[in-house]
C-alpha cells in the first residue's frame, strides 16, 4: 500500500503519523520525506517537477511506500500531481492528520477540498486523522467545524475511530533514531544498570529509559487499532 501524508498546514504531526503509525504497519515500509530544506538547514527550493517524476516512478515500482510531504511543499505538490495526470492513482491513500486547533482545522478543509475538488481524488482514498487529541474530549467537539464540512461536502471519508491521543512518547523519542518498535525489541535492562551507577545524569538518563519503554507497550495496542480503524 502506498500512502501520502499531507496537509496544507504544519505542526499536525505529519512526520510522526508517517514514522509511528503507518511505516511500521506497512512492512516497515520507506519513508519518502518531501521537504525543502537543504543538508546545511538553509531553505531550498520546493518541489521541482524532476522530484514529483521521481518520486512517482519509485512508487510504481515498490510494494508499499509512505510519502510524508512538509507543509511547505503541499502546493506544490497538489500542483505537480495535476500537471502528471493520473499520478495521484498511484497513492492508495490520502492521509490527512488534523489537531485540536482553529486554524489547522481550516487548512485540513482545504487540503481536503484541493485533493477532492481540484485533483478528483475518489472519497474512499481521503482519510482524516484526528491526531494530538485529549481523551477528555470528543472528536466532534474538538473539530465540529470539520464535521460540520464533511455533513455538506461528503467528498472524504470520516471516522471517529480513527483518533490518536495525547501521548507522552512521540515528544521523549523525537529527538533519537528509534522507533517504538525498536524501544519494545530494546533488551537492555534499564533497571540494573540504574543500581550500577552512581551518576545522577546517568541514572535519570536510564529512569527516562524505562518510562519510554512502559509507555511505547501501552500505545502500539493504540496504534494498531487507528491503524486498522484509518484503513478499513
Do not use: C, W
Request: glycine residues 4%; negative net charge.
Amino acid at each position: 500500500m502506498k500512502i501520502a501524508v499531507i496537509n496544507f498546514s504544519g505542526n499536525v504531526g505529519k512526520s510522526t503519523v508517517a514514522r509511528h503509525l503507518l511505516a511500521p504497519r506497512l512492512n516497515n515500509a520507506p519513508i519518502i520525506a518531501v521537504e525543502s530544506i537543504n543538508s546545511d538547514g538553509t531553505d531550498g527550493p520546493a518541489v521541482r517537477g524532476e522530484q514529483f517524476g521521481e518520486i512517482q516512478e519509485h512508487l510504481l515500482t515498490v510494494d508499499d511506500a509512505v510519502v510524508d510531504i512538509g507543509a511547505s511543499n503541499v502546493e506544490d505538490f497538489v500542483n505537480l500531481m495535476k500537471s502528471y495526470d493520473g499520478s495521484h492513482e498511484d497513492f492508495d491513500l490520502f492521509v490527512v492528520p488534523t489537531v485540536p486547533d482553529a486554524k489547522q482545522e481550516r487548512d485540513t478543509i482545504s487540503t481536503i477540498a484541493a485533493l477532492a475538488d481540484d485533483i478528483g481524488v475518489d472519497r474512499t482514498r481521503i482519510r482524516v486523522l484526528f491526531n494530538m487529541v485529549d481523551p477528555k474530549h470528543t472528536v466532534e467537539d474538538r473539530f465540529s467545524a470539520l464535521f460540520n464540512f464533511h455533513a455538506a461536502h461528503k467528498g472524504f471519508t470520516l471516522r471517529r475511530d480513527a483518533v490518536m491521543y495525547e501521548n507522552e512518547i512521540f515528544a521523549k523519542i523525537a529527538e533519537s533514531q528509534q522507533s517504538i518498535a525498536d524501544v519494545l525489541t530494546d533488551p537492555t535492562d534499564y533497571k540494573a544498570l540504574i543500581r550500577e551507577t552512581t551518576d545522577p545524569e546517568e541514572r535519570q538518563r536510564l529512569a527516562r529509559m524505562v518510562s519510554i519503554k512502559r509507555l511505547a507497550a501501552g500505545v502500539t495496542t493504540q496504534l494498531d487499532a487507528v491503524f486498522k480503524a484509518l484503513i478499513k
